[in-house]
């Protein structure tokens, strides 16, 4: 944990507070429009797909989809050190969709990669500092 | 013609975010704006989605996407408190000019909080905020910059469209073809770049992976680059030495702002931004002879000829096969000009679109400085497309020559 080198983000407490607070307690929590009943990813405090500023938060499955990837062979900071790495988008299960560092796979294999797309992905917490929990996702089949 | 603006639109409507002044509690530009948006809208009896036309100084397309919108006009003008009232005249151009009915003009600064907060909380794109969406949600995740990103496209099209990475090689390939004829372009030739000169499809893929599929030679050049246009008047236009080229369409909108908002990783915004300017200029691809599309990546050119209706969904790398968009090809001539990918790109590539577009539509682009026998063709019309940020934000031009 102390060791932990690679960007660590600073959570918005007003637009997204659960959502941090949750992954601090390992739980994948997320904003839904109670108006007409989808979730949303980034957090607002309004729905993005209906306007309503009726909007509640819910532990999500923490499962989903992988969507697409890339392997980054270039990177800055914290990160250059792993390279080659896989970014991949998650579609979740809940709806919409996020940006993750993929677990569970071969950078060097690609083409591999490519045949799991739309495979399940499962969410997975990592304690960057004592105030910052990120979710990392991992492929499980 | 065009008329005078004055009278073209009215103000309906006015509010503010639910708290205003020392907020304790703390806030950001963004609830600020939320807020105010949500309050207008009630009052007024429209829904968010109703607006067409966001006027919104220096976030323009963050808001939009904030929001959920694909606004048929963006404009982030942000030139000081002013802005205000200038977003009021350029709002009353563009609904005089027929182009949106509903315009939005917004404004959230957390002048108070951020002090508390450390500057935090104050948007602005880029990342730069810590409490931006990108700074959250995407830079933990190690990508940086445009190849990062604009990868995870060409892998979905692949995944999608069975398109491969030799389809998309061709594409270089074929645009570096157009920098031979050009003497500025970057990579000309052996004496202008070590690199310069023609390469092969086996070159692109031999080139080093940046992100994965996208190799160094999928992806455009950093350079400096300076380039401005005049516009005028049509009463004007022709009283100049130079000669006009027409502006016979113009549209825009937006699909996100970043990444993790794009709607459909294998398209962008430019089919909605294309038809609108095609129905504008009362044309169809099928009349366009010159395309200029934003190259900043092979895959960002592949998705826009499909998206600017040049061909089929998927088989946007058709285009270049065989060479055919290149010198003397059997097909419609793109980039002419070596594109991002060979002749120029500074990070804002759209000026050197809109630069060749004006030289082969005025018959100047063979003047031995931009191009040399065989750079000139023959075209009157071209679909001009830019694409910004991360496969975000597009804006069409279908241009005409003078006859």
């Known amino acids: ?141 | 013609m065009p008329s005078n603006p004055s009278m073209a639109a009215a103000i309906v409507g006015a509010a503010e975010s639910d708290k205003i002044g020392y907020i304790e509690e703390g806030v950001t530009n963004a609830t600020l704006h939320a807020q105010a948006i949500h309050n207008v809208c009630d009052q007024v009896g429209i829904k968010i989605q109703d607006i067409e036309g966001v006027f919104a100084p220096g976030v323009a397309s963050q808001l939009a996407e904030y929001l959920g919108l694909q606004p048929k006009f963006i404009d982030t003008t942000s030139v000081g408190g002013c802005s205000y009232q200038m977003a009021v005249h350029h709002a009353l151009a563009a609904i005089n000019a027929g182009i949106i009915d509903i315009a939005l003009i917004s404004h959230g600064e957390s002048g108070y909080s951020a002090r508390k907060n450390q500057g935090k909380g104050r948007g602005g794109g880029g990342g730069a905020d810590p409490w931006s969406p990108g700074a959250q949600y995407e830079t933990p995740y190690g990508t940086s910059g445009a190849p990062s990103n604009y990868s995870h496209a060409m892998t979905r099209h692949m995944h999608r469209y069975g398109s491969t990475k030799e389809d998309f090689a061709q594409i270089a390939v074929t645009t570096r073809d157009w920098a031979t004829l050009n003497p500025r372009a970057v990579m000309h030739s052996r004496e202008t770049h070590p690199a310069g000169g023609p390469i092969t499809v086996q070159d692109v893929l031999d080139s080093r992976v940046i992100s994965w599929p996208l190799n160094l030679l999928d992806c455009c050049l950093v350079t400096d680059h300076g380039g401005a246009v005049i516009i005028a008047s049509a009463e004007r236009a022709r009283s100049f030495k130079t000669k006009p080229v027409w502006i016979a369409g113009a549209a825009e909108t937006q699909d996100h702002s970043i990444m993790t908002e794009m709607r459909d990783f294998s398209q962008t915004s430019a089919h909605i931004s294309a038809r609108a300017a095609y129905k504008m200029a009362g044309m169809g691809p099928s009349e366009m002879e010159l395309a200029m599309l934003y190259d900043s990546f092979t895959i960002t050119a592949a998705i826009t000829a499909e998206m600017v209706g040049l061909t089929k969904l998927g088989e946007g790398p058709s285009l270049w096969e065989g060479g055919k968009a290149g010198p003397g090809g059997s097909g419609i001539p793109v980039n002419t000009n070596g594109g991002g990918l060979s002749f120029s790109h500074s990070g804002m590539y759209g000026m050197m679109l809109l630069a060749e577009a004006y030289r082969q539509l005025s018959g100047t682009a063979e003047d031995g400085v931009h191009g040399i026998p065989g750079k000139q063709t023959n075209a009157k019309t071209a679909v001009v497309n830019g694409t910004g940020g991360v496969l975000s934000v597009t804006s069409t031009l279908v241009l005409v020559a003078d006859d």
């Not at chain 1, 607002?44 to 819910?58: A, M, Q």
Request: glycine share 8%.
């Open chain 1, 1 to 141: 944990m102390a060791d932990y080198k690679k960007p660590i983000p600073d959570g918005d407490p007003y637009e997204a507070g659960p959502y941090w607070e949750g992954l601090k307690q390992n739980k994948f929590m997320l904003p839904r429009c109670v108006d007409c009943n989808r979730a949303h990813f980034y957090p607002r405090i309004l729905c993005p797909l209906c306007g309503s500023r009726n909007i509640e938060w819910f532990e999500a499955s923490g499962e989903g989809y992988l969507h697409t990837f890339a392997v980054q062979h270039r990177a800055f900071g914290g990160w250059a050190e792993e390279a080659p790495f896989i970014t991949a988008f998650i579609d979740l299960k809940e709806g919409d969709r996020m940006l993750t560092v993929l677990r569970g796979a071969d950078p060097t294999k690609p083409e591999e990669l490519m045949k799991k797309i739309g495979s399940l992905c499962k969410v997975e917490f990592e304690k960057a500092n004592d105030n910052v929990t990120i979710p990392f996702w991992r492929i499980v089949d």
